[in-house]
C-alpha cells in the first residue's frame, strides 16, 4: 500500500533531550513537510522541502531541524531549543512542490516529561 | 495574521440532516481552496476543494460553496452522517504579488463537527 508512514505514534522527551520524528512515504512524492497542530489551531508549518537536498523553514522554523537526503525520507529534529515542544506533529508530502493536494501521515504525539 | 478563520469551534448536528461548515479569509489572491477532514489521533485527509474560477463544486454529500465577493466559503454535508464527526479544516495555498505558492498552505483553526444519530 502506498502511504506515509509516521513514526513513533508517541514520543517522550525529557528536558533538554533532543529527539527525532520519523517521516517515511512510498508515494514518490518529490514534496514533503511538516506541520505542528495544537489544541484549538490550526495545522502550522514548519519546514518544506520540495526536492532531495533541499528544505526551506516554514512559519514556525525555531527550535527544529530537518534532513532530506532521501526522496522517501523527512525526519524532523525536535531540538532543546524549542522550548514548548508538547503538540502533535503530521508529516505531508505532495507529488511536486506546485502542487496543491497534500497528504497526510498518521502523526505523532511528542510529549515532555 | 490569520488569514484563514474559522469562527466556529463546533457544530452538532442531527444525522440525516444538513451541515455547513464556515471559512472566512481575508487574503483576496487566494485562488484555491481546500477542505480537510481529521479524526482524532489521526492525520488529515483531503475531501473536496475549489477554484476560485468556480462558485460551487460537488462530490456526493460534500458540496462547497465560494463567496470571493465575501471572501468566505462554506462546505455542505447533505445528508451529514454520524461518520462524519471529526474536525474539519478549511486550507487555502499561499498567496501574495509574486504568484501562489501551492505548496505552502495555511489552515484555519478547524470546526469541530458532531452529527447525533
Known amino acids: 500500500d502506498g502511504g506515509i508512514t509516521q513514526s513513533p505514534k508517541y514520543l517522550f522527551r525529557k528536558e533538554g533531550q533532543n529527539v527525532t520524528l520519523s517521516c517515511e512515504q512510498n508515494?514518490?512524492?518529490?514534496?514533503m513537510y511538516w506541520y505542528r497542530q495544537d489544541p484549538g489551531q490550526g495545522l502550522r508549518l514548519i519546514y518544506y522541502?520540495?526536492?532531495?537536498?533541499?528544505?526551506q523553514k516554514g512559519d514556525i522554523a525555531e527550535g527544529y531541524s530537518v534532513s532530506r537526503e532521501k526522496k522517501e525520507s523527512f525526519p524532523l529534529t525536535v531540538t532543546s531549543a524549542q522550548k514548548n515542544p508538547t503538540a502533535f506533529y503530521l508529516c505531508?508530502?505532495?507529488?511536486?512542490?506546485?502542487?496543491?493536494?497534500?497528504?497526510f501521515g498518521p502523526g505523532t504525539r511528542l510529549l515532555v516529561l | 495574521d490569520q488569514q484563514v478563520k474559522q469562527n466556529s469551534p463546533s457544530l452538532s448536528v442531527q444525522e440525516g440532516r444538513i451541515s455547513i461548515l464556515n471559512c472566512d479569509y481575508t487574503?483576496?489572491?487566494?485562488?484555491?481552496f481546500l477542505w480537510y477532514k481529521k479524526y482524532p489521533a489521526e492525520g488529515p485527509t483531503f475531501l473536496i476543494s475549489?477554484?476560485?474560477?468556480?462558485d460551487k463544486n460537488e462530490d456526493g454529500r460534500f458540496t462547497v460553496f465560494l463567496n470571493k465577493s465575501a471572501k468566505h466559503l462554506s462546505l455542505h454535508i447533505v445528508p451529514s452522517q454520524p461518520g462524519d464527526s471529526a474536525v474539519y479544516f478549511c486550507?487555502?495555498?499561499?498567496?501574495?504579488?509574486?504568484?501562489?505558492?501551492?505548496?505552502?498552505?495555511?489552515f484555519g483553526q478547524g470546526t469541530i463537527l458532531t452529527v447525533h444519530p
Open positions: 505531508a508530502s505532495s507529488i511536486q512542490g506546485s502542487a496543491v493536494t497534500q497528504y
Open positions: 508515494l514518490n512524492h518529490d514534496a
Open positions: 522541502s520540495q526536492i532531495v537536498n533541499d528544505f
Open positions: 487574503n483576496s489572491m487566494f485562488d484555491y
Open positions: 475549489i477554484s476560485s474560477i468556480k
Open positions: 486550507a487555502a495555498p499561499r498567496a501574495n504579488a509574486g504568484g501562489t505558492s501551492y505548496g505552502k498552505l495555511t
